[in-house]
């Protein structure tokens, strides 16, 4: 049973409020909170790591300016979102350590390696698509800090996502080589692309509990299905094909059909078994340890800083 305080926290997010840092929250929501921002936060670092493969092999000068730009911006949404989780009590060195530890997930999806410039246009053409259908929604979620960051996450996200689709664009038209990089890009960033969602909806632990506190609005099946219905048309028009024969549009439901995702795959990636997850871990860990000498610096000057005024 809920206690008084629990009952009037849940009659807020009932009728829409919005709860900020200090108002009084059930631990557990606490909680749930700093799971998923920290997350989110993670994905957004080692998001990062894929791209940067590419920075130094753009094809064009236009294009190595516009993907810098772009992981620029995922080191800001990983800033805002550091922030966001702090509102909550946590320090950002917490979260890294976890991170380090290899204690904290971050999204499967970064496990995945970029074999070629065609992954560029289909990470932000189906990687940063699904993230904005899975981040519009967080907009109007019941913690203040974390939809307002979400509102500009979603308008840099969706600059990314164009830049990607702008990429494929390039690739399809151009030579038949470029179309079948096009298409082995699509093969391969389909299906983990479809598992960032999460798990169906059967399995998805959490679930319950995050949509009567409005964290979750959408179920991740529900979102999945967006993400399909929103696609498919972007692939033919692409001339690509999507890699499930199962695919069929059910004019019925007004959806497309899909296949059955390998959960045995997604599992796996999130015990640490991807074929990244060792090198994403060890590169950041790594950038964290070089990075040393330079926050130590940071502090003592901060230092110094601080005894010259109260000298
Ligand atoms: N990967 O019960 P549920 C980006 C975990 S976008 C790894 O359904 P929940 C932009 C889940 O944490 C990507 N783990 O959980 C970008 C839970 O484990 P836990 C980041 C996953 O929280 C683009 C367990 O499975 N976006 O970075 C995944 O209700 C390009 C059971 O699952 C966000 O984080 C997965 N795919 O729903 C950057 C969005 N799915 O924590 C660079 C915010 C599930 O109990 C380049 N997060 N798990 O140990 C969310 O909306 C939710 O957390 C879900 C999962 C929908 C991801």
């Known amino acids: ?22 108002d009084w929250m059930p631990e557990a929501y606490r909680k749930t909170l700093i799971r998923q921002i920290s997350q989110h936060a993670h994905s957004e670092i080692v998001g990062q790591l894929p791209e940067g493969n590419w920075v130094t092999r753009a094809p064009t000068l236009q294009r190595k300016s516009v993907l810098l730009a772009k992981i620029q911006d995922e080191a800001g949404h990983g800033l805002y979102l550091y922030s966001a989780a702090e509102t909550l009590g946590v320090s950002r060195d917490e979260l890294l350590q976890a991170l380090h530890a290899g204690k904290a997930k971050y999204s499967s999806i ?22 904005i259908i899975n981040q519009i929604p967080l907009c109007r979620c019941s ?47 389909w299906w983990p692309s479809l598992m960032m969602f999460g798990p169906s909806d059967a399995e998805s632990v959490n679930s319950a509990q995050s949509t009567a506190w409005r964290i979750k609005l959408f179920s991740n099946d529900e979102l999945r299905q967006r993400m399909v219905d929103q696609t498919v048309p972007q692939a033919e ?15 019925e439901r007004g959806s497309y059909d899909f296949g059955e995702i390998d959960w045995s795959e997604f599992h796996n990636v999130l015990k640490g078994n991807g074929p990244c997850n060792r090198e994403r871990l060890r590169t950041r860990v790594k950038a964290w340890d070089d990075g040393e000498w330079f926050r130590d610096a940071l502090v003592a000057h901060a230092d110094k ?3 010259k005024k109260n000298a």
């Open 143 to 189: 913690y203040g800090p974390y939809a307002r960051a979400m509102v500009r996450v979603c308008k840099e996200e969706s600059f990314h996502a164009r830049q990607g689709y702008d990429i494929m664009m390039a690739l399809a038209r151009g030579t038949p080589e470029q179309k079948a990089m096009a298409q082995d890009a699509l093969n391969r960033w």
């Open 237 to 251: 028009y692409l001339g690509l094909t999507v890699p499930d024969p199962d695919l069929k549009w059910n004019a």
């Open 1 to 22: 049973d809920m206690s008084a305080e629990e009952q009037a926290f849940q009659a807020r997010i009932d009728a829409g409020i919005k709860i900020e840092p200090k």
């Open 305 to 307: 800083q601080a005894a």
């Open 110 to 131: 970064f496990n995945y390696p970029t074999l070629s410039w065609a992954d560029m246009g289909a990470i932000g053409w189906l990687v940063d698509g699904s993230a």
